[in-house]
């Protein structure tokens, strides 16, 4: 087990709601899914998407920083380009959101320095429903 691995393991036990950006409405898209399971698992999700108003049952707001700041946010999991990555980083460090998950296929170096010199913890490249199952079980529940 790696130091990694045990430093998402306690994320994700501590962890009680994720801003997830670029989820969409659609259930087969991969964002749709991955919500979908973190919501099954016990988590709070926000969806930010601005061309939504609402998705899996909870207000869709248009960005990050839209988000009320009173609506604390424990992960911030993107599901945007990597080069699309920049903007949502600039939004979790001003919200002071302390972690940012970038999902499957999804980096960028110069947003992941900048996220961690503002003391944001960065995961990129790795699906966090893979990693949650991975980690705690397929059936874990989040809430205890």
């Known amino acids: 087990m790696t130091t990694r691995d045990d ?6 036990t501590r962890a009680r709601t ?15 899914e991955v919500a979908r399971y973190l919501q099954s698992v016990g988590y ?9 108003t609402e998705v899996l049952g909870e207000r869709a707001y248009p960005s990050l920083a839209a988000v009320p700041a009173d609506l604390p946010v424990d992960i911030v999991d993107v599901f ?13 460090i001003a919200r002071h959101d302390p972690v940012v998950w970038m999902q499957l ?3 960028n170096a110069e947003a992941a320095a900048r996220a961690r010199s503002a003391g944001l913890t ?4 790795l699906c966090i429903m893979v ?14």
Do not use: W, Y
Not at 82 to 87: A, E, H, L
Not at 131 to 144: E, W
């Open 80 to 92: 945007r380009r990597s080069d699309q990555v920049p903007p949502v980083v600039d939004e979790a």
């Open 122 to 125: 960065v995961f990129e490249d």
């Open 105 to 107: 296929g999804v980096q």
């Open 44 to 52: 709070r999700i926000v969806p930010v998407n601005p061309m939504l």
């Open 18 to 32: 994720i801003a997830v950006v670029g989820l969409s409405d659609k259930p087969e898209r991969d964002s749709n």
């Open 7 to 12: 430093e998402m393991r306690s994320l994700l």
């Open 131 to 144: 990693q949650h199952r991975r980690l705690l079980g397929p059936h874990a529940s989040r809430v205890t």
